[in-house]
């Protein structure tokens, strides 16, 4: 009797293993637990953080804006991740409560970032605006910008990933303005004013031009020659202060050169448009196959070092999967132990976020 006891107990255990095993593998199931960062000092009454009580992987987590999957809420409250990415919801009420749940026990607040371009419409469900190119004239984009910042406003967005302001739209057909570079320049200062007065983050797209003027970016690596008038729209709104500018996978010759790599890649592209220009610095999504196949899979870490390394304020992601995330952050505190990445870098970026979330900082 003891002896079938004992096998019966062996043969419970490795069920039990087995089930385990089972559910660890399912997908969109991944079981990653994150302590609460009791360490944080911040005080909601007067609004203010003490930096110093930030750990290396709580500031490399807050510069990074994420895919808003709601298994992920605690985890990414918890590992302190700056922003989260909406895509589409049936209903208005469903996205609204979904950005309440991400922000209700946030230690500070995301970033709601959405691509709210008319042509790409994460609501058309529910609420319709026109494409860019159906804009035709400044007064209507900024009747239009101040429209969508309000509507942005009321269901909780914060940041919105447009205007595009590239010349040309090959690949989708309506994602910019019409009309000469000065014009383009004319219609996104009017649309982002509308936007920025309604509490809307303006996102200005996608530095330095040509991203949809030939191959997708989205589907493999890209380049483009750079002129003068590409960049005539990013140094007007940068003059009119928009709050961010996002940088393309392209790389580029001409007059912004990244020197045979992705412009996102690139310290040089990184710094020159930091010279004219104070506002936040987001990349375009990391998983794009126009950033992602320029490196082996093997070399998955050196990407995320570069990309540290580039001097972005903020890295998009889309991956859903929070393992990882935590490589990533991982692998960017090694990279900062090891000697290869200012941990001061980091920290000048992580500044600029906060203070553009409207926190008081200490220390």
């Not at 009454?45 to 298994?71: P, V």
């Not at 003027?213 to 140094?235: C, G, K, M, R, V």
């Not at 003059?239 to 996002?246: E, G, K, L, P, R």
Request: net charge negative; hydrophobic share 40%.
């Amino acid at each position: 009797m003891s002896f079938w006891s004992k096998e019966y107990k062996i043969t419970r255990i490795l069920i039990i293993i087995t089930l385990l095993l089972f559910l660890l593998n399912v997908p969109g199931k991944e079981f990653v637990w994150v302590d609460y960062p009791h360490n944080i000092e911040y005080d909601e009454d007067t609004n203010t953080l003490d930096f110093s009580t930030l750990t290396l992987k709580q500031k490399i987590a807050q510069m990074l804006i994420l895919y808003a999957k709601e298994d992920n809420i605690p985890r990414f409250q918890n590992m302190f991740i700056g922003g989260v990415y909406l895509d589409a919801r049936e209903t208005k009420e469903d996205f609204i409560d979904d950005v309440n749940k991400f922000q209700k026990n946030a230690i500070i607040p995301f970033f709601i970032s959405v691509d709210m371009e008319g042509c790409i419409n994460p609501f058309e469900n529910f609420y319709l605006v026109p494409t860019f190119r159906e804009i035709e004239s400044d007064e209507k984009a900024y009747q239009i910008g101040s429209e969508v910042g309000s509507f942005l406003q009321g269901v909780g967005v914060t940041m919105n990933f447009a205007p595009v302001i590239d010349l040309e739209d090959k690949i989708f057909n309506c994602r910019n303005f019409e009309g000469t570079p000065e014009e383009i320049a004319q219609r996104a200062n009017s649309y982002l004013n509308g936007l920025q007065e309604q509490g809307v983050m303006a996102v200005a797209k996608h530095y330095p031009g040509k991203t949809l003027a030939n191959n997708d970016p989205h589907l493999e690596i890209t380049s483009a020659i750079i002129t003068e008038d590409d960049l005539i729209p990013f140094q007007e709104v940068m003059q009119n202060n928009v709050s961010a500018v996002m940088v393309s996978h392209l790389i580029v010759e001409g007059m912004v050169n990244s020197e045979n790599k992705p412009a996102v890649l690139s310290q040089k592209v990184i710094n020159d448009l930091k010279e004219g220009y104070d506002g936040l610095i987001i990349t375009d999504e990391i998983g794009m196959l126009g950033l992602a196949t320029y490196y082996s899979s093997a070399y998955v870490n050196q990407l995320f070092t570069d990309l540290y390394n580039s001097g972005s304020n903020m890295i998009l992601n889309f991956d859903r999967n929070p393992l990882n995330i935590l490589h990533l952050i991982n692998a960017v505190e090694e990279a900062v132990k090891k000697g290869e990445l200012s941990e001061d870098k980091i920290d000048y970026s992580v500044r600029k976020i906060l203070e553009a979330k409207g926190i008081n900082i200490i220390n």
